[in-house]
């Protein structure tokens, strides 16, 4: 029997949505949701206790037995704790199910447990959660059965923002207001607000269960720390948009069934460049939802992969030698009533506020390219930016040629007189169809580039929150939109305004637009000769939240103060350490466990074939044997001594304070003896044999899913 799954019935059947409220909700109860979900009215916990009661009666339905505060603490994964819906026992030893609008509206988890980066002292242990109503309640079913998970915010006992979803709403508050004023100054009177809008894309990659539990590596860090190369990589270019194999196909089915469930609108699925590797991408949504889903696809992902018999690694860089993987931010301004702020229309040189809008963001990056590199600042995202289809460590943006003329034309004369239209593809084959291609062609290696009618920031690591990008791109805009409408307001003549104000931010942010070729080594060159900031590292990166000019712009517009700028570079120099620690520490237990002993195994098999051919016959010809236990011998000692020196490295770690000095610490000196570690007993694995080599090789996981 052909099993078929029929979308539309499946969509959204396990969300408390709008269509859900207005069935279940009395009138007056619904509407005055609304107002608070749409125009951040305050709700009265008389309302809130019908909602909770209709949610918690409808959750039932759908067989949770436990509800939870769902929210994103700075771990980089989502938190909760589940409560029961029963009460105290009766007299006659019954109970009874509730669920208040206190419930619903207020959680405490407990706060000095999760990352504050001394914002919370231990003691200081009281925190609350409190209810996102922009971002509708779900059931989630698994093993424990049926939990209504509640998106909520998460702040401090102080009300410091301990969380991504917080100051992510903040921004979005902020970009609205600055961008209605925009649109007011061109007429518009009809839009009543504007929303960030993003689409993730999502890459990953999967590999078998059995052998990635033969890897300590991969189970303590999400990454290979050794591996050679196959064969054969990703040179073929044949995985890419290749054939899905049917064991992925399955698990994508399942995939994408749990994701529409839940409301995540999963629409694009194909193989990624690498082998083993794999995308999925969904349809755009306003950004607090956009990221809430984000966590949940990645926790599917997840999921899935383990009914299946495998492992899903969402690391930025789980092989070395091959694509790593990442999230593609597809970001743009779309008001209330359909209108994308972003959308140049078929002549963007007659498009005036497109223009504005189009210069702001380039006035808006250019000023801020440093946070906008920090917001994608990750451990992993430093083993792949720069590489392999990633874009590089240096902030620009592509235009593309339409718009980089329509720039052109404004610097040189102050006017844009023409843009250039798309032409009809000649293919050569009279039985293809004519159509029109774009004006403009797309750039793989920009991180920031400009794709019809939005901007794409791809630098954004595979595991991280879309929430801290999406932050810094509400908020540099907001800055900027501001600026832009405060000149124009006080203007005299507002045509003429507006002309020379778009003329002079693409003057004078022309260094920020870059259309060739990321991956060339001149280009670091030049984007240092633009005073561009060139920071590599995730380390390098970290500085930019605390700068005067950071703390200014953040506590303008509210969304930060300086102690929660403080807070999470603390947090984020305390990560990189951590992990790079992990890392380094997991190199060593395998070195000493494994490799090293692996090794011995095989020399000494070497050195008995030797012994025992002399004994045959002294002339017989033992070169080959004696060639390649000298070999491995030599790259043994080379490996116990950087492995000692890795370990000396890691003892003398804790001398240093925690923070910057450590995260620095970790990053010059403990990273370069991983790496030095790496290279012999990579050369090793090319010559022991595969029998005595004591885990699956990277041919074994990339290429046997």
């Given at each position: 029997?052909?099993?078929?799954?029929?979308?539309?019935?499946?969509?959204?059947?396990?969300?408390?949505?709008?269509?859900?409220?207005?069935?279940?909700?009395?009138?007056?109860?619904?509407?005055?949701?609304?107002?608070?979900?749409?125009?951040?009215?305050?709700?009265?916990?008389?309302?809130?206790?019908?909602?909770?009661?209709?949610?918690?009666?409808?959750a039932i339905e759908k067989g949770a037995t436990h509800y939870c505060h769902w929210f994103q603490p700075?771990?980089?994964?989502?938190?909760?704790?589940?409560?029961?819906?029963?009460?105290?026992?009766?007299?006659?030893?019954?109970?009874?199910?509730?669920?208040?609008?206190?419930?619903?509206?207020?959680?405490?988890?407990?706060?000095?447990?999760?990352?504050?980066?001394?914002?919370?002292?231990?003691?200081?242990?009281?925190?609350?959660?409190?209810?996102?109503?922009?971002?509708?309640?779900?059931?989630?079913?698994?093993?424990?059965?049926?939990?209504?998970?509640?998106?909520?915010?998460?702040?401090?006992?102080?009300?410091?923002?301990?969380?991504?979803?917080?100051?992510?709403?903040?921004?979005?508050?902020?970009?609205?207001?600055?961008?209605?004023?925009?649109?007011?100054?061109?007429?518009?009177?009809?839009?009543?607000?504007?929303?960030?809008?993003?689409?993730?894309?999502?890459?990953?990659?999967?590999?078998?269960?059995?052998?990635?539990?033969?890897?300590?590596?991969?189970?303590?860090?999400?990454?290979?720390?050794?591996?050679?190369?196959?064969?054969?990589?990703?040179?073929?270019?044949?995985?890419?948009?290749?054939?899905?194999?049917?064991?992925?196909?399955?698990?994508?089915?399942?995939?994408?069934?749990?994701?529409?469930?839940?409301?995540?609108?999963?629409?694009?699925?194909?193989?990624?460049?690498?082998?083993?590797?794999?995308?999925?991408?969904?349809?755009?949504?306003?950004?607090?939802?956009?990221?809430?889903?984000?966590?949940?696809?990645?926790?599917?992902?997840?999921?899935?992969?383990?009914?299946?018999?495998?492992?899903?690694?969402?690391?930025?860089?789980?092989?070395?030698?091959?694509?790593?993987?990442?999230?593609?931010?597809?970001?743009?301004?779309?008001?209330?009533?359909?209108?994308?702020?972003?959308?140049?229309?078929?002549?963007?040189?007659?498009?005036?506020?497109?223009?504005?809008?189009?210069?702001?963001?380039?006035?808006?990056?250019?000023?801020?390219?440093?946070?906008?590199?920090?917001?994608?600042?990750?451990?992993?995202?430093?083993?792949?930016?720069?590489?392999?289809?990633?874009?590089?460590?240096?902030?620009?943006?592509?235009?593309?040629?339409?718009?980089?003329?329509?720039?052109?034309?404004?610097?040189?004369?102050?006017?844009?007189?023409?843009?250039?239209?798309?032409?009809?593809?000649?293919?050569?084959?009279?039985?293809?169809?004519?159509?029109?291609?774009?004006?403009?062609?797309?750039?793989?290696?920009?991180?920031?580039?400009?794709?019809?009618?939005?901007?794409?920031?791809?630098?954004?690591?595979?595991?991280?929150?879309?929430?801290?990008?999406?932050?810094?791109?509400?908020?540099?805009?907001?800055?900027?939109?501001?600026?832009?409408?405060?000149?124009?307001?006080?203007?005299?003549?507002?045509?003429?305004?507006?002309?020379?104000?778009?003329?002079?931010?693409?003057?004078?942010?022309?260094?920020?637009?870059?259309?060739?070729?990321?991956?060339?080594?001149?280009?670091?060159?030049?984007?240092?000769?633009?005073?561009?900031?060139?920071?590599?590292?995730?380390?390098?990166?970290?500085?930019?939240?605390?700068?005067?000019?950071?703390?200014?712009?953040?506590?303008?517009?509210?969304?930060?103060?300086?102690?929660?700028?403080?807070?999470?570079?603390?947090?984020?120099?305390?990560?990189?350490?951590?992990?790079?620690?992990?890392?380094?520490?997991?190199?060593?237990?395998?070195?000493?466990?494994?490799?090293?002993?692996?090794?011995?195994?095989?020399?000494?098999?070497?050195?008995?074939?030797?012994?025992?051919?002399?004994?045959?016959?002294?002339?017989?010809d033992v070169s080959v044997q004696t060639s390649l236990l000298e070999n491995a011998s030599a790259l043994?000692?080379?490996?116990?001594?950087?492995?000692?020196?890795?370990?000396?490295?890691?003892?003398?770690?804790?001398?240093?304070?925690?923070?910057?000095?450590?995260?620095?610490?970790?990053?010059?000196?403990?990273?370069?003896?991983?790496?030095?570690?790496?290279?012999?007993?990579?050369?090793?694995?090319?010559?022991?044999?595969?029998?005595?080599?004591?885990?699956?090789?990277?041919?074994?996981?990339?290429?046997?899913?």
């Amino acid at each position: 029997m052909e099993d078929y799954t029929n979308v539309k019935e499946i969509f959204g059947c396990d969300v408390f949505n709008d269509s859900v409220m207005q069935d279940r909700l009395p009138k007056k109860v619904y509407r005055e949701l609304k107002k608070t979900i749409e125009d951040g009215k305050e709700l009265s916990m008389e309302i809130a206790d019908v909602v909770a009661h209709e949610m918690k009666e409808w959750a039932i339905e759908k067989g949770a037995t436990h509800y939870c505060h769902w929210f994103q603490p700075l771990t980089g994964v989502t938190a909760e704790k589940h409560d029961a819906f029963v009460t105290a026992p009766k007299e006659d030893g019954k109970v009874l199910l509730s669920f208040s609008g206190k419930e619903l509206i207020k959680g405490e988890p407990d706060a000095s447990s999760f990352p504050s980066g001394g914002l919370r002292a231990t003691f200081e242990a009281r925190g609350y959660t409190t209810w996102d109503c922009t971002s509708p309640a779900f059931v989630r079913h698994d093993a424990a059965g049926g939990i209504l998970c509640i998106p909520t915010a998460f702040c401090s006992y102080t009300g410091e923002a301990l969380d991504q979803k917080t100051p992510l709403l903040r921004s979005m508050e902020a970009v609205n207001t600055q961008a209605l004023r925009l649109i007011r100054l061109f007429g518009n009177t009809t839009s009543k607000k504007v929303t960030p809008s993003v689409g993730a894309e999502q890459e990953y990659f999967l590999v078998d269960k059995q052998k990635w539990l033969q890897r300590k590596d991969l189970i303590y860090t999400g990454r290979t720390l050794f591996g050679a190369m196959p064969p054969k990589g990703q040179e073929m270019d044949d995985h890419y948009f290749g054939t899905i194999r049917q064991r992925i196909s399955a698990y994508m089915k399942e995939v994408n069934e749990e994701c529409w469930k839940l409301g995540v609108t999963a629409k694009t699925q194909h193989n990624e460049v690498a082998p083993a590797q794999h995308e999925l991408a969904p349809i755009y949504a306003p950004v607090n939802i956009a990221a809430d889903h984000n966590q949940i696809m990645m926790r599917i992902l997840k999921k899935v992969a383990s009914r299946h018999g495998m492992r899903c690694l969402l690391h930025e860089k789980p092989f070395a030698g091959v694509n790593g993987s990442g999230k593609h931010n597809n970001w743009s301004l779309t008001t209330d009533d359909g209108i994308n702020l972003l959308e140049p229309g078929k002549t963007p040189h007659e498009n005036i506020q497109f223009l504005l809008v189009l210069t702001c963001i380039l006035k808006a990056v250019d000023e801020h390219a440093d946070l906008l590199r920090e917001s994608a600042a990750d451990v992993g995202n430093d083993e792949r930016l720069g590489g392999n289809e990633a874009p590089p460590a240096v902030i620009s943006v592509f235009l593309g040629e339409q718009l980089q003329d329509v720039l052109e034309q404004l610097i040189s004369t102050g006017t844009a007189t023409h843009s250039k239209t798309g032409e009809i593809l000649d293919t050569g084959v009279k039985t293809l169809p004519d159509f029109m291609k774009d004006a403009t062609d797309r750039n793989r290696t920009s991180p920031f580039a400009f794709t019809g009618n939005k901007f794409e920031f791809r630098m954004v690591g595979s595991r991280d929150s879309i929430s801290e990008c999406n932050v810094v791109l509400n908020t540099i805009a907001a800055e900027v939109f501001r600026d832009a409408c405060d000149r124009l307001e006080a203007a005299d003549d507002f045509d003429t305004a507006v002309h020379d104000l778009i003329k002079e931010y693409a003057i004078q942010h022309q260094r920020i637009v870059f259309n060739g070729n990321g991956y060339a080594p001149e280009w670091e060159a030049e984007a240092k000769r633009r005073g561009l900031p060139i920071l590599p590292s995730m380390v390098d990166a970290i500085p930019a939240l605390t700068t005067d000019k950071a703390v200014k712009l953040f506590e303008s517009f509210n969304v930060f103060t300086r102690a929660e700028l403080e807070s999470r570079a603390e947090i984020q120099y305390e990560g990189y350490a951590k992990a790079i620690n992990i890392e380094a520490k997991t190199m060593i237990d395998i070195a000493t466990k494994q490799i090293i002993p692996a090794v011995i195994r095989y020399t000494t098999v070497l050195a008995e074939s030797i012994n025992s051919v002399k004994a045959v016959s002294a002339s017989l010809d033992v070169s080959v044997q004696t060639s390649l236990l000298e070999n491995a011998s030599a790259l043994l000692a080379q490996t116990k001594a950087a492995m000692d020196a890795l370990s000396e490295l890691v003892a003398e770690a804790d001398a240093h304070e925690e923070g910057r000095d450590r995260a620095v610490f970790f990053r010059e000196c403990v990273v370069p003896a991983m790496k030095a570690l790496r290279k012999p007993v990579d050369e090793l694995e090319m010559i022991v044999d595969k029998d005595m080599w004591p885990m699956p090789s990277y041919g074994d996981l990339i290429f046997e899913v």
